[in-house]
């Protein structure tokens, strides 16, 4: 049966009826949007740019442009990590030194710090800043008087403007490019409503400015501002739309609209770094001695970002002489290993990604079985913990991800780098309980393992670069799944991707969320006429497919889908065969209709296709139940053509 209306066609399968059982429906809008009201069109989402390590953006704005005079510059900022290193916020592209950001937690005197560096001069003033967090400064230059207000209220010393070493170029954010800058040259956290003035603001207008929740464009003196929101609501003024060239690892994140709300802090993005795993064997449980931004140990300014592990539950004694092993493949660039116990420090330094180095400290002398331009494996046995630079007795593999690697350490500016391990488990309870951590940083006090392959459940997936937040889970209950969903939402995020599947009987789900506060529809294990008479009620209020998911339970088709707000045409079959589908493609690809869901399901031993078509003209190439062996000749032959993967979907 096809029926059409206006521009929307229903193309509905025969088949006996189901019975009708649901799982749960929940209907969620956008904050502040009604549900249905100018479906497909959003309204300003408030963002921050997040920087993590080679993250920064750069402005058009000179220095020329308001330096040499009376001025006012402003930005609202969360740390990520507040006992960390130097992080400049506001930065010169270009020669001179001017630096406004985070000062080094354990410079003297050690603690939490705003720094301000101008030429040859700096002021610095000690305040609590804790992680996850918005605080508002601003730098205010009277004559040549810089003074620092945090929070709207002055704080610090003042600065005398030097006649040397000013700042030369255009206004950098979350990092600097001075060569001097020592300990530090990348500022962890969120950047938002960075304002510059061509007037010194009053006390009174700072502390306004610092109150509002966000640069309106129309403040008095406002030369430039950035406020990072997308898309503009009406169009942003001018002062507000100047251009932005951002790195990869300097994203745009949702935000709260009062920068208020504590869930602000789930955008603090995981550094980009490559892929790594745990040094250590799989299975046995370590301890984490040390972690990364400790306010207190031995890991300080330029290795804030380290780690030190040993056996867990045991003394020192017994890490002594256990293997340790590669935490990401790549290329040996130094080996040391003539140091006996409680000497200097022997260790091996691999090239892992470009400007990233893996750092492994402590080992055994002459217990390395790798040597300078070997290649090494991810997982592979390096050497043997031992206490060489660490003093006698204090057995523990020191790991670390560096941009120099410790041999050139004194080549530059050397700094670690904050890198997170992948597919470990961890225990906040001495290995009483342990969970699953799919892409995270463990924590000073835990217990850690790397984890083996024991499920029986296989992937398939398709990465595209991207610096864009995700929050995964995998293989859970319908119960667990809507637990973390309901978890997620008001900190703003949305399913990227969804995929049920049966396992024993049972519904298991996996699934992929973005950040994002559009609103959403969803249904789970519904039958076919549920499904259909729900996609009836939305359609008019302005809501279209954004997934579909069929899947077989007990010999029964079951639904589980997701809309969102659009008033986009379509097409859709539901449990075609090849046969059928194949036809309707034909006609529907001279119509101007191209697919844009497509979800083969197997149900009887018979292979049945659903699929939704949108208006479009694009090119396709597409191939149906193919072997591993074929599709990978095809993807090979395709790929040097131009072409890339849209949707994949394997089954069995």
Same mark, same amino acid.
């Given at each position: 049966?096809?029926?059409?209306?206006g521009? %929307?066609?229903?193309?509905?399968?025969?088949?006996?009826?189901?019975?009708?059982?649901?799982?749960?429906d929940?209907?969620?809008?956008?904050?502040?949007?009604? %549900?249905?009201?100018?479906?497909?069109?959003?309204?300003?989402?408030?963002?921050?740019?997040?920087?993590?390590?080679?993250?920064y953006?750069?402005?058009?704005?000179?220095?020329?442009?308001?330096?040499s005079?009376?001025?006012? &510059?402003?930005?609202?900022?969360?740390?990520?990590?507040?006992?960390?290193?130097?992080g400049?916020?506001?930065?010169?592209?270009?020669?001179?030194?001017?630096?406004?950001?985070?000062?080094?937690?354990?410079?003297?005197p050690?603690?939490?710090?705003?720094?301000?560096?101008?030429g040859?001069?700096?002021?610095?003033? #000690? &305040?609590?800043?804790?992680?996850g967090?918005?605080?508002?400064?601003?730098?205010?230059?009277s004559?040549?008087?810089? $003074?620092?207000?945090?929070?709207g209220?002055l704080?610090g010393?003042?600065?005398?403007?030097?006649?040397?070493?000013?700042?030369?170029?255009?206004l950098?954010l979350?990092k600097?490019?001075?060569?001097? !800058?020592?300990?530090?040259?990348?500022?962890?956290?969120?950047l938002d409503?960075?304002?510059?003035?061509?007037?010194?603001?009053s006390a009174?207008?700072?502390a306004?400015?610092?109150a509002?929740?966000?640069?309106?464009?129309?403040?008095?003196?406002?030369?430039?501002?950035?406020?990072?929101?997308?898309p503009?609501?009406?169009?942003?003024?001018?002062?507000?739309?100047?251009?932005?060239t %951002?790195?990869?690892?300097?994203?745009?994140?949702?935000?709260?609209?009062?920068?208020?709300?504590?869930?602000?802090?789930a955008q603090?993005?995981?550094?980009?770094?490559?892929?790594?795993?745990?040094?250590?064997?799989?299975?046995?449980a370590?301890?984490?001695?040390?972690?990364?931004?400790?306010? /207190?140990?031995?890991?300080k300014g330029?290795?804030?970002f380290?780690?030190?592990?040993m056996l867990?539950?045991?003394?020192?004694?017994a890490?002594?002489?256990?293997?340790?092993?590669?935490?990401?493949?790549? /290329?040996?660039?130094?080996?040391?290993?003539?140091?006996?116990?409680?000497?200097?420090?022997?260790f091996i330094?691999?090239?892992?990604e470009?400007? +990233?180095?893996?750092?492994?400290?402590?080992?055994?002398?002459?217990?390395?079985?790798?040597?300078?331009t070997?290649?090494?494996?991810?997982?592979?046995?390096?050497a043997?913990?031992?206490?060489?630079g660490a003093?006698?007795?204090d057995?523990?593999?020191?790991y670390?991800?560096?941009?120099?690697?410790?041999?050139?350490?004194?080549?530059?500016?050397?700094?670690?780098?904050?890198?997170?391990?992948?597919?470990?488990?961890?225990s906040?309870?001495?290995?009483t309980?342990?969970?699953?951590?799919?892409?995270?940083i463990?924590?000073?006090?835990?217990w850690? $393992?790397?984890?083996?392959?024991?499920?029986?459940v296989?992937?398939?997936?398709v990465w595209r670069?991207?610096? +864009?937040?995700?929050?995964?889970?995998?293989g859970?209950?319908?119960?667990d799944?809507?637990?973390?969903?309901?978890?997620?939402?008001?900190?703003?995020? $949305?399913?990227k991707?969804?995929?049920?599947?049966?396992?024993?009987?049972?519904?298991?789900?996996?699934?992929?969320?973005?950040?994002?506060?559009?609103?959403?529809?969803?249904v789970?294990?519904?039958?076919y006429?549920?499904f259909?008479?729900?996609?009836?009620?939305l359609?008019?209020?302005g809501?279209?497919?954004?997934?579909i998911?069929?899947?077989?339970?007990?010999?029964?088709?079951?639904y /589980?889908?997701?809309?969102?707000?659009s008033?986009?045409?379509?097409?859709?079959?539901?449990?075609?065969?090849?046969e059928?589908?194949?036809? %309707?493609?034909d006609?529907?690809? +001279?119509?101007?209709?191209r697919?844009?869901?497509?979800?083969?399901?197997v !149900?009887?031993?018979?292979?049945?296709?659903?699929?939704?078509? $949108?208006?479009? /003209?694009?090119?396709?190439? #597409?191939?149906y139940?193919w072997?591993? +062996?074929?599709?990978?000749?095809?993807?090979?032959?395709l790929?040097?053509?131009?072409w890339?993967?849209?949707?994949?979907?394997?089954?069995?």
């Amino acid at each position: 049966m096809d029926m059409q209306l206006g521009r %929307r066609h229903f193309l509905i399968s025969s088949g006996a009826a189901l019975a009708a059982v649901a799982q749960g429906d929940r209907v969620l809008a956008a904050p502040g949007t009604a %549900r249905g009201s100018a479906p497909g069109i959003a309204a300003a989402q408030p963002r921050a740019l997040a920087c993590t390590w080679g993250g920064y953006a750069d402005t058009d704005l000179n220095f020329t442009e308001f330096f040499s005079g009376s001025h006012t &510059v402003a930005v609202r900022f969360m740390l990520q990590y507040p006992n960390a290193y130097v992080g400049p916020m506001l930065s010169v592209r270009g020669s001179g030194t001017y630096l406004i950001g985070q000062g080094d937690f354990h410079a003297a005197p050690a603690g939490a710090k705003l720094v301000v560096r101008i030429g040859s001069q700096t002021i610095t003033h #000690q &305040v609590n800043l804790a992680a996850g967090t918005w605080h508002h400064l601003a730098v205010v230059r009277s004559g040549t008087t810089a $003074r620092l207000y945090l929070d709207g209220a002055l704080v610090g010393s003042s600065l005398t403007i030097p006649s040397t070493g000013l700042p030369q170029g255009t206004l950098r954010l979350g990092k600097t490019n001075d060569a001097t !800058v020592a300990g530090g040259v990348q500022f962890y956290g969120l950047l938002d409503d960075v304002a510059v003035f061509t007037t010194a603001l009053s006390a009174t207008q700072v502390a306004q400015l610092a109150a509002a929740t966000q640069l309106s464009g129309s403040e008095a003196g406002l030369l430039a501002g950035y406020v990072f929101d997308e898309p503009p609501a009406g169009g942003l003024p001018a002062r507000l739309s100047r251009p932005l060239t %951002r790195t990869p690892a300097a994203s745009l994140r949702p935000v709260s609209a009062n920068r208020s709300n504590p869930s602000d802090a789930a955008q603090l993005p995981l550094p980009l770094t490559g892929h790594k795993h745990l040094p250590i064997p799989a299975g046995q449980a370590w301890y984490v001695l040390q972690g990364m931004d400790n306010a /207190t140990g031995s890991h300080k300014g330029y290795a804030s970002f380290c780690w030190d592990l040993m056996l867990a539950g045991l003394p020192a004694s017994a890490s002594n002489g256990k293997p340790f092993h590669a935490a990401a493949p790549g /290329t040996v660039n130094f080996v040391k290993e003539d140091a006996t116990s409680g000497g200097a420090t022997n260790f091996i330094t691999v090239a892992e990604e470009p400007g +990233e180095f893996g750092d492994y400290l402590h080992l055994v002398q002459n217990s390395a079985v790798v040597a300078a331009t070997d290649r090494v494996t991810d997982g592979q046995y390096l050497a043997n913990v031992g206490d060489t630079g660490a003093g006698v007795g204090d057995y523990h593999l020191h790991y670390a991800t560096t941009n120099l690697g410790e041999s050139n350490r004194n080549a530059g500016v050397f700094v670690t780098i904050p890198a997170p391990f992948s597919n470990y488990e961890a225990s906040d309870d001495q290995g009483t309980t342990w969970y699953r951590v799919l892409r995270g940083i463990p924590r000073a006090g835990q217990w850690v $393992r790397r984890a083996g392959p024991s499920s029986p459940v296989r992937y398939t997936a398709v990465w595209r670069r991207s610096t +864009e937040g995700e929050v995964q889970v995998y293989g859970w209950t319908y119960e667990d799944f809507r637990a973390r969903y309901d978890q997620l939402w008001p900190q703003g995020w $949305r399913l990227k991707f969804i995929a049920p599947y049966v396992v024993n009987g049972q519904v298991r789900y996996t699934a992929v969320w973005r950040p994002s506060t559009e609103g959403e529809v969803q249904v789970y294990g519904w039958t076919y006429e549920d499904f259909r008479a729900r996609y009836d009620q939305l359609w008019p209020q302005g809501w279209r497919l954004k997934f579909i998911a069929p899947y077989v339970v007990n010999g029964q088709v079951r639904y /589980t889908a997701v809309w969102r707000p659009s008033t986009a045409a379509e097409v859709q079959v539901y449990g075609w065969t090849y046969e059928d589908l194949r036809a %309707r493609y034909d006609v529907l690809w +001279e119509l101007g209709w191209r697919l844009t869901l497509l979800t083969p399901y197997v !149900v009887n031993g018979q292979v049945r296709y659903t699929a939704v078509w $949108r208006p479009s /003209t694009a090119a396709e190439v #597409q191939v149906y139940g193919w072997t591993y +062996e074929d599709l990978r000749a095809r993807y090979d032959v395709l790929w040097e053509l131009g072409w890339r993967l849209t949707l994949l979907t394997p089954y069995a």
